[in-house]
């Protein structure tokens, strides 16, 4: 019974304030931004701080222009390099059937994780697999000295393998 009073009592008062509201006259509506804040002048700076400001910048001109020891990637080197690879390669057909393989793997496997990713469940026992995983890995071949050697050495093995060097 308080809920009904009170309610009609709010509608009541919502009721006088829509009635002094113009309704014979259309108002502009008008949107403006809000302004920026001023800029500080350049005195109100103390002199040794805009100094060292500037000196600092320039310093760090001269820095970056005296330091580029490395001439940038060129184009046509970098396209003539692959040029003589592709020719000097014996099964191209192979290389392509690789690379397209290799694309379609990729996007196959985008499709299966995106589907895994639907499953309400399903990822976050992945999250829980992949952050034991990690533990295990950490643990296994991170924490100890004699350990990250083996590490080290499974790795260099393995780079031997796949450069046929081994």
Do not use: Q
């Not at 390099?81 to 290389?95: F, H």
């Not at 026992?125 to 990690?134: A, D, F, H, N, P």
Request: charged content about 20%; some cysteine.
């Amino acid at each position: 019974m308080a809920a009904a009073a009170a309610y009609a009592t709010a509608y009541a008062n919502t009721a006088v304030l829509v009635s002094r509201l113009p309704t014979t006259k259309p108002t502009a509506r008008c949107s403006y931004l809000p302004l920026l804040p001023t800029r500080l002048s350049s005195t109100s700076f103390p002199a040794s701080a805009k100094h060292f400001a500037e000196s600092r910048r320039s310093s760090l001109l001269r820095i970056r222009a005296s330091s580029e020891d490395s001439p940038g990637l060129d184009t046509s080197e970098l396209f003539s390099d692959l040029k003589e690879k592709w020719d000097a390669l014996e099964n191209k057909s192979t290389v392509l059937l690789y690379g397209g393989g290799a694309i379609v793997a990729v996007w196959l496997s985008s499709i299966v994780v995106s589907a895994v990713n639907s499953v309400p469940l399903l990822p976050k026992i992945m999250e829980l697999v992949g952050l034991g995983y990690t533990g295990w890995f950490v643990y296994r071949y991170l924490l100890f000295k004699s350990s990250r050697k083996e590490l080290a050495t499974d790795i260099e093995a393995l780079k031997k393998k796949i450069a046929g060097t081994e």
